[in-house]
Structure formats: structure tokens, C-alpha cells
């Protein structure tokens, strides 16, 4: 009993320190520009895809992995090709590959190909919003636009542990996330219109309040949609993560998965606004 706290503290540390570096690194990226930011996108959806790939092959599932993982990768690059239509493009590619695959080999099922489009569509092009929004104003306010999307999902997700952790005592959803609460659900998404908010008083690409509002809540409905749906996913495995590769926080699907859904909505929203 008396090494609880400790042992709870050094976790605490861990995760801190490496989603510290993990935040750092990718908002170096986004400062740096679109180039930089297309290549950390596509790196980390390539890692979920893997991730996601790995599980489904330990299922039994034999998705093509090799047609999953170039597509993830393409996807959040393609808002740098002088193309029009790209996504589109790669998606019919995505399409004829798999068609091809699941005629000439006898051993690959319906389920297989399934997943094979399924991969890339869920970590590759939902990721791809990030490079869109980015790319849509390439200097500092474009910057600031991204970060304010991505910060926005990030800080969900933080208040929603916090308070949940603390006062959380209604659950959200016992069956899938046991942990996630009410409570936490509430603490998160009033952070996140909170983001948008200050992006509107800062004038940020001239988001208006009448927007702030209503986009926070649906970039953070979205980002808790996210989560739930990777939960959902990693119980049907039956494993607590999605890999190891971020001590402290599990697999890159594991931190990326609010992100997936509340950017892909972020961006969705900017567009239907006319704001990008």
C-alpha cells in the first residue's frame, strides 16, 4: 500500500513527460510549415494504420497490409499534390487494388478487403484534415488556425481526465470506457469552446463567435465520438491499447484518436462556414 502513490506518481511523470514531447514535436511541425506538417501527419497515421493492422492480424483478420499502409501514408500528403481531386483519386486506386487483390487470391475474404479500405480511410485520410487546414493558410495564422483545432481536441480530452478522475461519478459509457464520466464529458467540452472562443477574440483567420461556439462543441462531440469508437475497436480485440509506443498513453492510435474524428469535423465545419 505505501508504494501506491509513488508508483501512481511515476506513471503520472512518464505520461506527462512524453505527451509533452509528443505535443512539442508535432507543433514544431505545424510552425515550421506545411511541408513539415504533411510529414508528421502522414508518419502518424502510418503508425495507427500499423497499429490497427496489428491487431486485426491477431484476430485472424489478414487485411493487405501493404495497400493499407501506402495509402494511410499518401493521404495526409495529397493537399501538397499540384492534382486536383487527389483524395479522390487515391481512394478509386484504393478501390481497384483491393478489387484486383481479393480476385486473383482465393484465400482473401470479403472481410479482408473490407479492412484493407477500412484502414486508411479511418487513419490516413480522417488524419489528412490536419494537412487540409494547415494548407489552406500557410503562414503564421494558418498556424495558429491548426493548432487552435488540434489544441482545442488535445484539451478536450486532458479536462475530461481531470475532471472526470475527480469528480467523475456517472458513467458516460460503462460498457465500452468504463472510466470516461459525465462529468469529465462536460469538463471537456466546455474547454474546448473555450479554444475556439479565444480564437474568435484573437481574430484567428476571422472565425466570428457565432461560430466559435457551436464548432467547439461539435469539434468536441466529435473528438469524444473518436474516442469511444477506438475503445470500441480495442475491446472487440480485447486489449487495454492500441500498442506501446508512448509510455504512459499506449499506442499512437491510442492518442490519436479523438484527433481522427474532431479534425476531419474541424475541417468539415471551417469549409461549410466559409472560413477556409
Not at 478487403?113 to 489552406?136: E, H, K, N, Q
Not at 481536441?153 to 461519478?169: E, P, T
Given at each position: 500500500?505505501?508504494?501506491?502513490?509513488?508508483?501512481?506518481?511515476?506513471?503520472?511523470?512518464?505520461?506527462?513527460?512524453v505527451?509533452?514531447?509528443?505535443?512539442?514535436?508535432?507543433?514544431?511541425?505545424?510552425?515550421?510549415?506545411?511541408?513539415?506538417?504533411?510529414?508528421?501527419?502522414?508518419?502518424?497515421?502510418?503508425?495507427?494504420?500499423?497499429e490497427l493492422?496489428?491487431?486485426?492480424?491477431?484476430?485472424?483478420r489478414?487485411?493487405?497490409?501493404?495497400?493499407?499502409?501506402v495509402?494511410?501514408?499518401?493521404?495526409?500528403?495529397?493537399?501538397?499534390?499540384?492534382?486536383?481531386?487527389?483524395?479522390?483519386?487515391?481512394?478509386?486506386?484504393l478501390?481497384?487494388a483491393?478489387?484486383?487483390?481479393?480476385?486473383?487470391?482465393?484465400r482473401?475474404?470479403?472481410?479482408?478487403?473490407?479492412?484493407?479500405v477500412?484502414?486508411?480511410?479511418?487513419?490516413?485520410?480522417?488524419?489528412?484534415?490536419?494537412?487540409?487546414?494547415?494548407?489552406?493558410?500557410?503562414g503564421?495564422?494558418g498556424?495558429?488556425?491548426?493548432?487552435?483545432?488540434?489544441?482545442?481536441?488535445?484539451?478536450?480530452?486532458?479536462?475530461?481526465?481531470?475532471?472526470?478522475?475527480r469528480?467523475?461519478?456517472?458513467?458516460?459509457?460503462?460498457r465500452?470506457?468504463?472510466?470516461?464520466?459525465?462529468?469529465?464529458?462536460?469538463?471537456?467540452?466546455?474547454?474546448?469552446?473555450l479554444?475556439?472562443?479565444?480564437m474568435?477574440?484573437?481574430?484567428?483567420?476571422?472565425?466570428?463567435?457565432?461560430?466559435?461556439?457551436?464548432?467547439?462543441?461539435?469539434?468536441?462531440?466529435?473528438?469524444?465520438?473518436?474516442?469511444?469508437?477506438?475503445?470500441?475497436?480495442?475491446?472487440?480485440?480485447?486489449?487495454?491499447d492500441?500498442?506501446?509506443?508512448?509510455?504512459?498513453?499506449?499506442?499512437?492510435?491510442?492518442?490519436?484518436?479523438?484527433?481522427?474524428?474532431?479534425?476531419?469535423?474541424?475541417?468539415?465545419?471551417?469549409?461549410?462556414?466559409?472560413?477556409?
Amino acid at each position: 500500500m505505501s508504494d501506491a502513490k509513488p508508483e501512481g506518481t511515476s506513471k503520472l511523470l512518464v505520461r506527462t513527460i512524453v505527451g509533452a514531447a509528443y505535443a512539442v514535436a508535432i507543433v514544431g511541425c505545424l510552425y515550421v510549415g506545411v511541408a513539415a506538417t504533411a510529414v508528421v501527419v502522414s508518419v502518424m497515421g502510418t503508425l495507427c494504420a500499423w497499429e490497427l493492422l496489428r491487431l486485426l492480424r491477431g484476430s485472424g483478420r489478414q487485411p493487405n497490409e501493404m495497400i493499407a499502409l501506402v495509402v494511410t501514408a499518401l493521404y495526409p500528403l495529397l493537399p501538397l499534390a499540384p492534382v486536383r481531386g487527389g483524395a479522390t483519386l487515391v481512394t478509386a486506386l484504393l478501390l481497384i487494388a483491393c478489387a484486383v487483390w481479393y480476385i486473383y487470391v482465393p484465400r482473401v475474404s470479403f472481410t479482408d478487403v473490407a479492412m484493407t479500405v477500412l484502414v486508411p480511410v479511418y487513419c490516413g485520410f480522417a488524419f489528412s484534415a490536419i494537412t487540409s487546414i494547415r494548407y489552406s493558410t500557410p503562414g503564421f495564422e494558418g498556424f495558429l488556425l491548426t493548432f487552435g483545432v488540434m489544441g482545442s481536441i488535445w484539451l478536450n480530452d486532458a479536462m475530461a481526465y481531470f475532471v472526470g478522475s475527480r469528480f467523475g461519478s456517472h458513467k458516460l459509457a460503462p460498457r465500452i470506457s468504463p472510466n470516461k464520466s459525465f462529468e469529465g464529458f462536460w469538463g471537456g467540452l466546455v474547454s474546448c469552446v473555450l479554444i475556439w472562443v479565444l480564437m474568435s477574440v484573437l481574430k484567428v483567420r476571422g472565425i466570428k463567435l457565432i461560430y466559435a461556439i457551436p464548432f467547439g462543441l461539435l469539434v468536441g462531440l466529435a473528438g469524444v465520438l473518436g474516442d469511444l469508437f477506438e475503445s470500441r475497436i480495442k475491446r472487440g480485440f480485447a486489449v487495454k491499447d492500441s500498442g506501446s509506443l508512448l509510455p504512459g498513453h499506449g499506442g499512437m492510435l491510442d492518442r490519436s484518436d479523438a484527433l481522427l474524428f474532431g479534425c476531419m469535423t474541424a475541417y468539415v465545419l471551417l469549409r461549410l462556414g466559409g472560413i477556409l
